[in-house]
Nanobody, 126 residues
Framework: QVQLVESGGGLVQAGGSLRLSCAAS????????MGWFRQAPGKERDVVAAISWTGSSTYYADSVKGRFTISRDNAKNTVYLQMNSLKPEDTAVYYCARARGDYSDYRRRFYEYDYWGQGTQVTVSS
């Protein structure tokens, strides 16, 4: 059984920074691509950033490119999302997820992930 636990969310003013962490259980974390998604009230869950199993390739949604950075530490079974220059429109529940199938490049679509964390709230005030 895989468990993903996010942390690091909170309330921050516009222009501020937060770093989200996602700790994964299981010894095979390093073999899987990972992703961060977010969902605002009344909206669909959309990909924010994704990273390949090696960490060598990454993807960012246009709305966060240049402001957010995804990274992973396979020794700690953890994936991170560094969020800088936060905007009110970044307010959402943020979820980390593990991609289906091992040894894959990053994945961008909701249905390409099979394990999800419980989510962490990020609120950016103006």
């Amino acid at each position: 059984q895989v468990q993903l636990v996010e942390s690091g969310g909170g309330l921050v003013q516009a222009g501020g920074s937060l770093r989200l962490s996602c700790a994964a259980s299981g010894r095979t974390f390093s073999s899987y691509a990972m992703g961060w998604f977010r969902q605002a009230p009344g909206k669909e869950r959309d990909v924010v950033a994704a990273i390949s199993w090696t960490g060598s390739s990454t993807y960012y949604a246009d709305s966060v490119k240049g402001r957010f950075t995804i990274s992973r530490d396979n020794a700690k079974n953890t994936v991170y999302l560094q969020m800088n220059s936060l905007k009110p429109e970044d307010t959402a529940v943020y979820y980390c997820a593990r991609a289906r199938g091992d040894y894959s490049d990053y994945r961008r679509r909701f249905y390409e992930y099979d394990y999800w964390g419980q989510g962490t709230q990020v609120t950016v005030s103006s």
